[in-house]
Nanobody
Framework: VQLVESGGGSAQAGGSLRLSCAASGYSVSTGYMAWFRQAPGKEREGVAR????????YYADSVKGRFTISRDNAKNTVYLQMNSLKPEDTAHYYC?????WGQGTQVTVS
């Protein structure tokens, strides 16, 4: 299984970024996928998850209403649309199907 994140970068507060997680060796259409993040000096925390069988999604309170997790089954890719970004969203973002993890992508909001 390989998970490859992309789409990170720098953004102004109030701006938007979309992260992508391309999966291989694992079908995002039939499994569980989630986004986590880790800021310097802090523990890794769950941000959003999607149960791809049901399509149900769950969000951390800190991102609810601003972030959206979605999937494209044809591309076998999961996305994290991040709007109304805040400086406290600055972190390294990882996608996972638990137990596999990508290498992550950095998001910096100023």
């Amino acid at each position: 299984v390989q998970l490859v994140e992309s789409g990170g970068g720098s953004a102004q507060a109030g701006g938007s970024l979309r992260l992508s997680c391309a999966a291989s060796g694992y079908s995002v259409s039939t499994g569980y996928m989630a986004w986590f993040r880790q800021a310097p000096g802090k523990e890794r925390e769950g941000v959003a998850r999607i149960y791809t069988g049901s399509g149900n999604t769950y969000y951390a309170d800190s991102v609810k209403g601003r972030f959206t997790i979605s999937r494209d089954n044809a591309k076998n890719t999961v996305y994290l649309q991040m709007n109304s970004l805040k400086p406290e969203d600055t972190a390294h973002y990882y996608c996972t199907n638990l137990p596999d993890w990508g290498q992550g992508t950095q998001v910096t909001v100023s």
